[in-house]
């Protein structure tokens, strides 16, 4: 006898007929995502690929006004690192020609167009080469050899600068690739920052410090690669055209030889951006455990210095209250709480100066104040000194205004007997948007006859004995 089946509950088909409606509704709204997804992501859209492959071919070409135009934005580049201006670097990096054959690098490999790919490399080569001399000759005949931060910066390539160039990259090709080019490239170039690398990488070698050279040349060279490889991606996305063929297998231990380069290169920048990630981490739980942790009354941290590395330590002076051995082991107690169980904590106070590391800090914290307060009276007085001029300026036009009425209307009387009365006053008058104070005398002759005559001599008398460049006589 077969098994009669239980019947639905209408509860039960009502359920399962609410989950259906529930999972087309989702269906339809992943099926509408992926159709918006193609529509607005389609990189295929608006692709021209001949346009491309022409316009980054003419771009890779190294010769002419091209080596000229790269060795006057080496020299900007390396002048904006010498005087540490951002303007003048993104300046240089903008007029640089280095981005042409980097992308070629990365489309000839892509369509397999070895021929290019040699055209590309040779001028690739010589232009690295052209910007190091230049680089260099500056860095060796220039006055300034101090290292700036803009150019420090470009010494310790990191993974994030890996990312940045991947990501600068396939915008680079991204931009180049569509019919409508727009603006990319320079904005790549600088994102990228190809040109300060290089810049730095001279500067090593006219100092002689090899650190700085190796150190930017090779975050140089990471940007270059993986902006090429970025545009190899996208080429080989896009379906370009190949030139020539290859066989499978030499195909495999190509990508196999490109992924094992890659992997060499990038894993010194991701070993250097671990330091950095620890350092940062340190540098911030310090700061944090000196402001939450040394601040005692009666006592003022004058200086701190902060320094990671092998033997990590933490070196804070302070004035004031002298803090005892008990409170210093219960701050090394609470740096074991906090991460920094391994760093040394060195609290420099007066009764330590006879303490080497203490004088000298000693001595940096006295020069600190008193170029501080060289600076402020500087300050100060340069401020107090503009005060002074104005009141001074404003001083000499009230004096242009006062004249000695009495004494010289007593002797115009005895020059100008027939004057019989006179006033004085500074009248204000505008020409257009000129306004000019003119000096006026308002005369009254007894005899009109001879007014004439002498009010063209007491004019130049009164410009002579009051020393004014303007007298206007009214008559009254």
Not at 161 to 189: E, K, M, Q, T, Y
Not at 434 to 446: A, E, G, L, R, Y
Request: net charge neutral; proline share 4%; glycine share 6%.
């Amino acid at each position: 006898m077969e098994e009669e089946k239980a019947p639905v509950s209408p509860i039960g088909q009502a359920d399962k007929q609410q989950d259906q409606k529930v999972s087309v509704k989702v269906l339809r709204i992943l099926a509408w995502l992926r159709d918006f997804a193609r529509s607005t992501m389609n990189l295929q859209a608006e692709s021209d690929q001949e346009g491309t492959i022409e316009t980054i071919k003419k771009d890779m070409v190294f010769r002419g006004h091209v080596v000229w135009v790269l060795i006057c934005s080496i020299f900007i580049a390396s002048i904006g690192l010498n005087l540490n201006s951002t303007a003048v670097i993104i300046g240089a990096m903008l007029i640089s020609p280095l981005m042409g054959p980097i992308l070629a690098i990365g489309l000839s490999v892509g369509t397999n167009d070895w021929e290019t790919l040699k055209r590309a490399l040779k001028n690739f080569g010589v232009m690295v080469v052209v910007a190091l001399i230049t680089s260099t000759l500056y860095f060796f005949i220039t006055p300034l050899q101090e290292a700036q931060p803009e150019l420090l910066a470009r010494t310790k390539p990191t993974f994030l600068d890996a990312l940045i160039a991947i990501f600068g990259g396939l915008a680079g090709i991204i931009g180049v690739s569509r019919r409508n080019r727009g603006n990319v490239i320079p904005g790549v170039a600088i994102a990228t920052a190809l040109m300060p690398p290089l810049c730095t990488a001279g500067y090593g070698l006219a100092n002689g410090q090899w650190s700085f050279f190796f150190g930017a040349f090779y975050l140089f060279t990471l940007n270059s690669i993986f902006i090429a490889g970025a545009t190899f991606l996208i080429v080989r996305y896009l379906g370009y055209p190949l030139v020539s063929f290859v066989n499978a297998d030499t195909e495999k231990k190509a990508k196999r030889y490109m992924i094992a380069f890659i992997i060499v290169v990038i894993l010194p920048s991701a070993y250097i951006f671990y330091g950095v990630v620890k350092e940062t981490i340190f540098m911030g739980k310090a700061e944090a455990f000196i402001s939450q942790n040394l601040e005692f009354e009666g006592t003022e941290i004058i200086s701190k210095k902060i320094t990671y590395g092998d033997t990590s330590r933490i070196d804070v002076f302070i004035m004031g209250e002298p803090i005892t051995n008990q409170t210093q082991e219960q701050l090394e107690n609470r740096m074991a709480q906090v991460g920094l169980e391994k760093t040394i904590l060195k609290i420099h106070q007066p009764k330590d100066v006879s303490n080497d590391i203490a004088g000298r800090l000693s001595k940096e914290v006295r020069v600190g104040i008193l170029e501080d307060l060289y600076k402020r009276n500087e300050e100060q007085i340069a401020a107090k000194n503009q005060r002074i001029i104005e009141l001074e300026n404003q001083i000499f036009q009230y004096q242009k205004d006062v004249i000695p009425f009495e004494g010289i209307s007593k002797e115009i009387r005895t020059l100008y007997p027939n004057i019989s009365k006179m006033s004085y006053a500074v009248s204000i008058e505008m020409n257009g948007t000129k306004v000019d104070t003119i000096p006026t005398f308002m005369m009254s002759w007894k005899n009109r006859q001879s007014k004439d005559n002498d009010k063209q001599t007491l004019r130049v008398w009164l410009k002579q004995r009051l020393e004014l460049d303007t007298v206007r006589i009214v008559e009254y």
